[in-house]
Structure formats: structure tokens, C-alpha cells
């Protein structure tokens, strides 16, 4: 005989039916809401109440976004186009998300619709496979309409970029499919972790990967020219900062909404792509222009050939993403020769400079990391990495 505890079922049994039994009522909820939203947005009672549409009325009174609010009214219209993927929800076949899908299927491609072809593939799919059907299926149907909808996302692209009050940068933008793919394509391989030491998350490797490639193309010279000069960073500063004086103020960056630091000052001018300018302490340019302590031409050549890449322990950029880096630093009397010298990517040079890492060459000419005595404790310390042949 079982006992009691054998014919039970499991805690996590138990909160998988609670999750699906209360999922179905909130698309019974939402399918509910969906004809009062069309009913509501039929009237000028949004207008009365002082509210630009039905969309901003129910975004401010009833909590939601813009896209909800614009999808419920979407299914709300669409009900009697859909009647059998209505009783579908009602029976627990599809999801809201099904509904919606079909519905904005069903008004962009009018008489061509068909229901029966798309509710079968609603009821084998996820909801986010099923949309994308539903674009393949929208391109059969009316292709000038699919293609003039995508050309109206292209003239629709935006970006914002703005600026917090600690100078943290904000971007937010729209992209059409094929826009927004290209970036993709461009930043996911950027964004793949690094080895087994990369303990980033995925939004910060995809901010990394950006700046990676903002990097990358100012010192590829990938920026387009204006007039006669490269676009180069333009970093003005003090000599005090320059050389990292206590005392001595920030340095200004073009485009930057505060100063930088001197230890950014320090990694800026290391090897990169920057105008510098400097002032005495009367604000007096005492220098403009670029040193000879960039790294280019046949000792750029050299060291990409020696190291093969960056020469952090467990990194794998390509030399071709890498910036030179002074061991000793030429601030502080480092020379351009090559014991000096080695690659390291965007990211691993910031933990030199800025986070305060150490990369040390050993007697035997590998690469050892030291992290900082204080706040970065929990990075891993890489393997010792040897020099390249």
C-alpha cells in the first residue's frame, strides 16, 4: 500500500500548475480587457478626461505601456476576425501573446487573411516563433505592404544619447530589422566571453563590446574623415594631471560631460588615437599635437607579430583589437623599446590603468596579473601567460 507522501505531488508539481492555471486566467483578463480597450477607445472620453489618445489613457491610468495599451485595442478591433483563435485561448491552446500576433496579422493584410493556416501554426509554436511566422506569412500576403512598412522603420531609426548628472552616458535608439541586425552582427562576437576568467554579465560584455568597437575604429582610422584630418579623440589637460601630481585637476575629453581622470589621461595616451593639448598653470597651451610615443608603423608591426594579441592571462583579441601598452608608463620615463612593450585590448588596458591592475613581465618573459589590494578581489587572477615567439 503507498503511503500518503507517495501519492502527493511534488512542491514543484504543485507551483507548476498554480503558474499555469494563473497564467490561463490572466489571458482570460487580458482577452476581457481587449473589448472593453476597443470599446473605450470607439468613445472621446479619453479627450474629455484631457488624454491625446486612448493609448496614453490607459498607459497613465491603468499602469501600462504604450505597446500594451496599443495591443489590447489591436485584439479588441480584430475579435470578430478571429473567432476561432479566440476559443482557442479560451481553451488553453494559445496565449494572449498568440492572439495579438494574430490579430495585427490580420489587419495588416486584410482580405487575404487566413485563419485556419495560421492557427495551426499558433498551436505548435511559442509565442515569439509564431510572430516571427507571421512576418513570413505577412511578406506571402501583401509583399509592398511588408516592404513599405520596413521602409518606413529605416526613415524611423532613432538614437538618444544623453547625459546623466555623475556624466554616465545614456543611449537609447529604434532600429529597423536589418539595422539592428548589422549591429548585432558587429558587437555578439565582441561580446562572447573572453576565457574562463570573464566573470561579466551579458550586459555588460555587449556596453564593453561597444566601446570595443568605438575604439577599434579610431585607431583603425575606420572614422570617416573630415576635411583633411582623421577624426581623432581630443583630450586637453594639465601638465600636473599629465604626469598624475596630487592636487591637479581632471582633464577634459571632447564629448565627455565631466573631466576624466588622469589614470584615463594616462591609458589615453598611451596608445591611441588622441589630440592632446596641454596647459601650464596659467591655462596657457604650452603643447598640441601627438608624441612620438604612439606605437605605429614598423615597431606596431613588430609587436603585433611578438605577442599575436593581447597578453592578458586567458584573453584571446586579436592583436588587430589591442592598443599598445607601456609597462613603464612614457610618463614616467618609459621608453618605445620593445622589452617595454605589449598589446593589450580595450578592456584588460582599462584594468591597468584605471582599475589599478598590474601586468608584470617575469625573468622568463611571461605575463603575470596582480590585481588591486582593495575592491577587486573577487576577479580570478589569470595563469601566467608566455611571451610569444
Known amino acids: 500500500m503507498l503511503a500518503t507522501q507517495d501519492v502527493q505531488p511534488s512542491a514543484g508539481a504543485q507551483a507548476a500548475g498554480e503558474v499555469t492555471y494563473a497564467l490561463h486566467q490572466v489571458d482570460h483578463w487580458l482577452l476581457r480587457a481587449s473589448d472593453a480597450a476597443a470599446r473605450f477607445a470607439a468613445t472621446d472620453e479619453y479627450?474629455?478626461?484631457?488624454?491625446?489618445?486612448?493609448?496614453?489613457?490607459?498607459?497613465?491610468?491603468?499602469?501600462?505601456?504604450?505597446?500594451?495599451?496599443?495591443?489590447?485595442?489591436?485584439?479588441?478591433?480584430?475579435?470578430?476576425?478571429?473567432?476561432?483563435?479566440?476559443?482557442a485561448l479560451t481553451n488553453g491552446e494559445i496565449g494572449f501573446a498568440h492572439l495579438k500576433a494574430m490579430a495585427r496579422t490580420a489587419t495588416a493584410v486584410g482580405t487575404k487573411f487566413d485563419e485556419p493556416e495560421l492557427l495551426a501554426k499558433a498551436r505548435e509554436n511559442s509565442p515569439g516563433k509564431f510572430y516571427y511566422l507571421c512576418n513570413h506569412y505577412r511578406h506571402s500576403a501583401d509583399r509592398k505592404g511588408f516592404e513599405a512598412e520596413q521602409a518606413d522603420q529605416v526613415e524611423n531609426r532613432k538614437l538618444w544619447i544623453s547625459s546623466g548628472e555623475d556624466g554616465?552616458?545614456?543611449?537609447?535608439?529604434?532600429?529597423?530589422?536589418?539595422?539592428?541586425?548589422s549591429i548585432r552582427t558587429m558587437l555578439e562576437p565582441l561580446a562572447r566571453r573572453?576565457?574562463?576568467?570573464?566573470?561579466?554579465?551579458?550586459?555588460?560584455?555587449?556596453?564593453?563590446?561597444?566601446?570595443?568597437?568605438?575604439?577599434?575604429?579610431?585607431?583603425?582610422?575606420?572614422?570617416?574623415?573630415?576635411?583633411?584630418q582623421r577624426t581623432h579623440l581630443q583630450v586637453t589637460t594639465s601638465l600636473e594631471t599629465l604626469v598624475g601630481l596630487p592636487g591637479a585637476p581632471g582633464a577634459d575629453l571632447e564629448f565627455s560631460p565631466l573631466p576624466i581622470s588622469s589614470k584615463t589621461v594616462e591609458r589615453l595616451a598611451c596608445d591611441a588615437s588622441v589630440t592632446r593639448i596641454v596647459l601650464d598653470s596659467k591655462s596657457v597651451v604650452i603643447d598640441v599635437g601627438r608624441a612620438k610615443r604612439t606605437?605605429?608603423?614598423?615597431?606596431?608591426?613588430?609587436?603585433?607579430v611578438r605577442d599575436r594579441g593581447c597578453t592578458w592571462p586567458g584573453c584571446e583579441r586579436p592583436a588587430t583589437w589591442t592598443?599598445?601598452?607601456?609597462?613603464?608608463?612614457?610618463?614616467?620615463?618609459?621608453?618605445?623599446?620593445?622589452?617595454?612593450?605589449?598589446?593589450?585590448?580595450?578592456?584588460?588596458?582599462?584594468?591597468?590603468?584605471?582599475?589599478?591592475?598590474?601586468?608584470?613581465?617575469?625573468?622568463?618573459g611571461q605575463f603575470i596579473t596582480v590585481p588591486p589590494p582593495t575592491g577587486f578581489e573577487q576577479l580570478p587572477r589569470g595563469p601566467a601567460r608566455g611571451a610569444a615567439a
Open 47 to 87: 479627450d474629455a478626461q484631457g488624454y491625446a489618445s486612448p493609448i496614453d489613457w490607459i498607459r497613465f491610468t491603468c499602469h501600462q505601456t504604450s505597446t500594451v495599451a496599443a495591443d489590447l485595442i489591436a485584439v479588441g478591433n480584430s475579435r470578430e476576425r478571429v473567432p476561432e483563435s479566440t476559443q
Open 168 to 181: 554616465a552616458v545614456w543611449v537609447n535608439g529604434v532600429f529597423d530589422p536589418v539595422g539592428g541586425a
Open 194 to 228: 573572453s576565457g574562463k576568467h570573464d566573470d561579466r554579465c551579458r550586459e555588460k560584455r555587449m556596453a564593453d563590446a561597444l566601446v570595443d568597437l568605438a575604439n577599434h575604429a579610431l585607431d583603425s582610422g575606420l572614422i570617416p574623415q573630415q576635411g583633411s
Open 295 to 304: 606605437i605605429s608603423g614598423p615597431a606596431r608591426t613588430a609587436l603585433n
Open 323 to 364: 592598443s599598445g601598452h607601456h609597462i613603464r608608463h612614457w610618463i614616467h620615463g618609459g621608453s618605445n623599446e620593445a622589452d617595454n612593450l605589449t598589446l593589450l585590448c580595450y578592456r584588460h588596458h582599462w584594468n591597468v590603468h584605471e582599475g589599478n591592475w598590474q601586468i608584470v613581465r617575469t625573468d622568463d
